[in-house]
């Protein structure tokens, strides 16, 4: 035992009796580091869980801004396990580190649509574009089509014979300076009747017969090959299949009934016959 342990013991003798006085042989200064060196180890622990405290909020702050519920409201907290007092505390399966791993992968995915989104839109862009210059040259086209159909022949629509052949000698020969061909290119009588002819039923029908008869024929025959008010007179007939391809054409064009077309050349047949009978009148006068 050391002499800092111990204590005196001091008898003085007084006039009552022996008085016992112990005084404390430890010093002063001791008593005070010790209290010091306490209050250190005070704060240092103070400072660890504040430290602690500071830790888990800004845990707790970053799982709510990720969309987290506050486990704090009616919940048990979340159970935190610390290996001493002396080392930093160590969160065990905690929520909140989940929640900032959460809000990565939603900022990644928001990254990703804001691409697609803008790749999407590039090629509606160029959608539109396409789309305007298609309606900006489709009236060209139009207008191209109609020549092209305005400048085809359309008396072989008359002959279905005629146009089988003309289909097959186009297709053989080589198809060089085509539009050449079609400025040179001169209608027949028939086709010149068809195209002046347009404006009427009648007026087509008796161009027509005109082209495909002469007048001579068209005096002397009928429609039905009967002659004279009563149709007891035996006369020469049109040819059937030409008469057919007449009213096909002008039904075809106006849309009106055969039967109207076959007055109309028979009201031919009947004025060129007139005509015939005046120009022989006048022959045999002048004779």
Sequence with gaps: MSS????????????????????????????VLDHHHLQQQQQQQQQQQLAAREEEHKLRTHYLLAGGQDTTAGVAPVPVHLRNTAVPMQVVDNPYANGMQAQNQLMEQVRNLETELARTKQEINQLKELNTRLQQGI?????????????????????????AVQ??????????????????????????AVLKARDSPAKMTKKLLTSFFDRETLATSTLTGKGGKSKTLTKAQLDPTVVKNVVDKVTATFGISECSVRNVISQKCKEEMMIRRRRLGLDAKSK
């Excluded at 013991?9 to 001791?30: A, C």
């Design 4 to 31: 800092d342990d111990l204590y005196t013991v001091k008898i003085e003798p007084l006039t009552s009796g022996p008085e016992v006085v112990v005084v404390d042989s430890e010093p002063p200064m001791r008593r």
């Design 139 to 163: 009236p060209d086209v139009i207008r191209k089509t109609l020549r092209d159909e305005l400048r085809k022949p359309r008396w072989s629509a008359l002959n279905p014979q005629d146009q």
């Design 167 to 192: 289909g097959s000698a186009a297709s053989n020969k080589p198809r060089t300076a085509s539009s050449n061909a079609q400025k040179r290119h001169k209608p027949s009588p028939m086709q010149r």
